[in-house]
């Protein structure tokens, strides 16, 4: 994401990272002096194990390496989707479109968590659909690339050759009933980042920002939670002050 620092002459462009865990319904906002590079992601993922969903930015798929045994990462599908609208007047561009929302119509047939509908039946429903579209997916793809019309710098090209180098990852997701098909869910949460944006502007410094981090990172998941933010940090201070030294209480106060 995106976050506008303001300086005393200037104002910049940083990057605030974003990561969303599932189950526990928990949003991390991480800002690193607005680095984008991958050092702050690998720095985060040291000692974890378990799924990253992510596009191909390539950082992310440095985990796909035997540098980190204990993660595997899966795909986003609306991220290599995107790559085909943006070229949906071709019509080998829009079989394709239409073959992977044929993924998202089946996947909405259930919904985890109605109608006692569990992650092992998601799983089940998933084998069952899942292996003939994406084999329907991949013919389609290596049909297109054979064609001796293609230009190699084409948008159709690109299109293609980014959905066939994320192919295991794609696979990778109808490997649990409990994956999302993309990163929708954080890009959503995202959007109030931007609200907040359009709204204070910027950050004044460095430390700002990482404070900012800090409260979207509370804010944000107390919405998944649906605990209310404006209680819930309320009740922190009135927890805090009476585990603290009648000093420091009557210091806070004043």
């Given at each position: 994401?995106?976050?506008?620092?303001?300086?005393?002459?200037?104002?910049?462009?940083?990057?605030?990272w974003a990561a969303v865990a599932v189950k526990q319904k928990l949003i991390l906002y991480l800002y690193e002096n607005g680095s984008r590079s991958g050092k702050v992601l690998f720095d985060l993922l040291s000692e974890y194990e378990?799924?990253?969903?992510?596009?191909?930015?390539?950082?992310?798929?440095?985990?796909?390496?035997?540098?980190?045994?204990?993660?595997?990462?899966?795909?986003?599908?609306?991220?290599?989707?995107?790559?085909?609208?943006?070229?949906?007047?071709?019509?080998?561009?829009?079989?394709?479109?239409?073959?992977?929302?044929?993924?998202?119509?089946?996947?909405?047939?259930?919904?985890?968590?109605?109608?006692?509908?569990?992650?092992?039946?998601?799983?089940?429903?998933?084998?069952?659909?899942?292996?003939?579209?994406?084999?329907?997916?991949?013919?389609?793809?290596?049909?297109?690339?054979?064609?001796?019309?293609?230009?190699?710098?084409?948008?159709?090209?690109?299109?293609?050759?980014?959905?066939?180098?994320?192919?295991?990852?794609?696979?990778?997701?109808?490997?649990?009933?409990?994956?999302?098909?993309?990163?929708?869910?954080?890009?959503?949460?995202?959007?109030?980042?931007?609200?907040?944006?359009?709204?204070?502007?910027?950050?004044?410094?460095?430390?700002?920002?990482?404070?900012?981090?800090?409260?979207?990172?509370?804010?944000?998941?107390?919405?998944?939670?649906?605990?209310?933010?404006?209680?819930?940090?309320?009740?922190?201070?009135?927890?805090?002050?009476?585990?603290?030294?009648?000093?420091?209480?009557?210091?806070?106060?004043?």
């Amino acid at each position: 994401i995106s976050c506008s620092l303001v300086g005393s002459e200037m104002c910049i462009r940083d990057s605030i990272w974003a990561a969303v865990a599932v189950k526990q319904k928990l949003i991390l906002y991480l800002y690193e002096n607005g680095s984008r590079s991958g050092k702050v992601l690998f720095d985060l993922l040291s000692e974890y194990e378990g799924t990253v969903q992510s596009d191909a930015y390539s950082p992310y798929r440095k985990l796909e390496s035997d540098a980190y045994p204990g993660i595997k990462r899966i795909a986003c599908l609306q991220h290599v989707k995107r790559k085909f609208l943006e070229v949906r007047e071709e019509p080998d561009a829009q079989k394709i479109v239409e073959l992977t929302n044929k993924l998202y119509q089946k996947e909405h047939e259930h919904c985890v968590g109605r109608q006692g509908w569990t992650d092992k039946d998601n799983l089940r429903h998933r084998k069952r659909y899942a292996p003939q579209i994406l084999s329907e997916i991949k013919r389609e793809l290596l049909r297109i690339k054979s064609k001796p019309d293609l230009l190699p710098k084409s948008e159709m090209a690109g299109a293609v050759d980014y959905m066939l180098s994320q192919w295991e990852a794609i696979k990778g997701i109808f490997t649990e009933g409990y994956y999302y098909l993309d990163n929708n869910l954080v890009e959503r949460y995202n959007r109030y980042i931007s609200l907040s944006r359009r709204n204070s502007l910027f950050f004044g410094s460095h430390k700002g920002a990482e404070r900012g981090a800090l409260f979207y990172s509370l804010a944000c998941s107390c919405r998944m939670q649906g605990i209310n933010t404006f209680e819930y940090i309320t009740e922190v201070i009135n927890l805090s002050l009476i585990h603290i030294s009648e000093p420091t209480r009557l210091q806070l106060i004043s």
